[in-house]
């Protein structure tokens, strides 16, 4: 898998999960546990990871959607 998305707003990464998913393209939020250490204040990023195959169409999405990447 490789990271497609890095961000502190979930928000954001909600959006770019449903835009991926419409687009049949399978996607893994990491770090989202870390929330627990650092006590829900959004300091550390969490990131999106996708197949190695899907991340050109994935950037492509989140291009067309104007999300910026964050890496």
Known sequence: MKELLRSTDPTI???ASALLEG??????QMDVNMSIL?????IFPRRLMVR???LTRAERVMRDNEIPLGR
Do not use: K, S
């Open 13 to 15: 990464l909600a959006f």
């Open 23 to 28: 687009e049949d393209i399978d996607c893994f």
């Open 38 to 42: 650092e006590g829900g204040i959004g």
């Open 52 to 54: 190695t195959t899907d």
